[in-house]
């Protein structure tokens, strides 16, 4: 193993440190003679060595730390950091054959996902660091799961932001168009090379068994993807009407309804934000609505207009709603943090008359979990409310 390079910091980057943030800024470090993507010996004031990190030199996050001592970063080293995240799921008693086995900083692996769907993975190695990592990384998870097939589902476009190409490629053995999984009851056929995130969105894979613990009735699902929480919900609904804008997204709900034997789940092609506002006209109502759109805040300059996507949606669900009814309300916005969320859609029920308490207030699934100081990385808001009868 060859002698890593020296970075220094700031006495800020250092106090950043002991706030517990694992990510040092570039205004706050010298990198001497640090190589993009190198694993460098991080020290502070008086020359201490505060720990190993990442560095990259194109990334506004010029450290990323991976320890907080001298030890060195060598192939046991993620080894065991894999282990350990491997070894958490085990002990989560998940009821479901895909979801997220690495989660970046939250298992000690910064700015690395694997997620797992049956016995193929799908890698992010979202920085300088991690991207060189990639070889050791695919044989060592190899060798800890067995996966039969890996591909490195590199396309997000942060890695722009690390002066990273947009790829995906087969890395490890064979990987079938189609994977077939089963998250609780569901059964799905996921296309892992270019479905949405790495396929599916496993991070909400807790919130569609929570929410199908208050559904009945008639419901809509208005953002569905490929239908978590429309096929989720339909085992104790009478009709399920799943929405998307995706011709691609609406022939895969389709799909998997016929799959799981649900056929009073129907799915159609649809702009919901035009599609909320006719059914609002034409009188329809419902018993339980699914509200997960898209990040509409990508970045800080588009918050506004994101709240005011957020409250639209949520007015109109609420106007749509029969009394009694449950709304689940989701934001995967990065940049609209829990309280700004409540508060919209307290705007949205003031502005609908509606009287609305909170049953359950979720975030991302504990397979992904949020990192203790670091607020973005609960980044995921899934409330489910119930809007109260003023007539019984
Ligand atoms: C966060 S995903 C939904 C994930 C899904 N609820 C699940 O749990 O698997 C958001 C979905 O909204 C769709 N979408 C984006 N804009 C839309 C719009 N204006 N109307 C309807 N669907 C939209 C996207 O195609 C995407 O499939």
Aim: charged share 25%; hydrophobic share 40%; proline share 5%.
């Amino acid at each position: 193993m060859s002698v890593p390079s020296d970075v220094l910091i700031s006495p800020r980057g250092e106090a950043r440190l002991r706030h517990g943030h694992p990510w040092i800024y570039r205004s706050d470090v010298d990198p001497g003679g640090a190589t993009a993507g190198e694993v460098v010996r991080v020290r502070g004031a008086r020359d201490r060595v505060l720990g190993h990190a990442f560095y990259s030199d194109q990334s506004q996050i010029a450290i990323r730390m991976l320890t907080h001592d001298d030890r060195p970063v060598d192939d046991a080293f993620w080894r065991r950091r894999l282990e350990a995240a491997i070894r958490f799921r085990e002990t989560l008693d998940i009821d479901a054959t895909a979801y997220r086995l690495v989660h970046g900083e939250a298992d000690l692996l910064p700015s690395i996902v694997v997620d797992r769907y049956a016995d193929v993975l799908a890698v992010q190695t979202l920085s300088q660091g991690a991207d060189r990592l990639l070889p050791q990384l695919t044989a060592l998870l190899v060798e800890l799961t067995g996966a039969s097939g890996i591909v490195e589902r590199n396309d997000p476009r942060v890695r722009g932001l690390e002066g990273l190409d947009q790829r995906v490629s087969v890395v490890h053995g064979e990987v079938p168009e189609r994977v077939p999984v089963r998250l609780g009851p569901v059964e799905y056929d996921v296309d892992i090379r270019a479905g949405q995130k790495t396929g599916l969105f496993l991070d909400q894979r807790e919130n569609h068994a929570a929410a199908a613990g208050y559904a009945r009735g008639r419901v809509l699902d208005a953002f569905s993807y490929h239908g978590g929480f429309a096929l989720a919900l339909a085992a104790t609904c009478t009709a399920v009407e799943a929405l998307d804008v995706s011709p691609d997204a609406v022939g895969q709900i389709q799909a998997n309804a016929a799959r799981n034997r649900l056929p009073h789940v129907q799915a159609r092609e649809a702009n919901a934000f035009d599609e909320l506002r006719r059914l609002e006209k034409a009188g329809v109502r419902y018993d339980t609505i699914v509200l997960d759109p898209p990040a509409f805040a990508k970045h800080k300059g588009a918050l506004e207009k994101a709240l005011s996507g957020y409250k639209d949606i949520n007015l109109r669900a609420l106007r749509l709603l029969a009394p009694g009814g449950i709304l689940v309300t989701c934001s995967c916005s990065h940049h609209v943090d829990e309280e700004t969320f409540g508060r919209v859609v307290q705007a949205a029920a003031a502005d609908a008359g509606a009287t609305v308490s909170v049953v359950e207030r979720r975030t991302q699934g504990r397979d992904h979990p949020v990192l203790l100081g670091v607020p973005e990385t609960r980044y995921l808001k899934c409330l489910i409310l119930r809007k109260l009868d003023e007539s019984a």
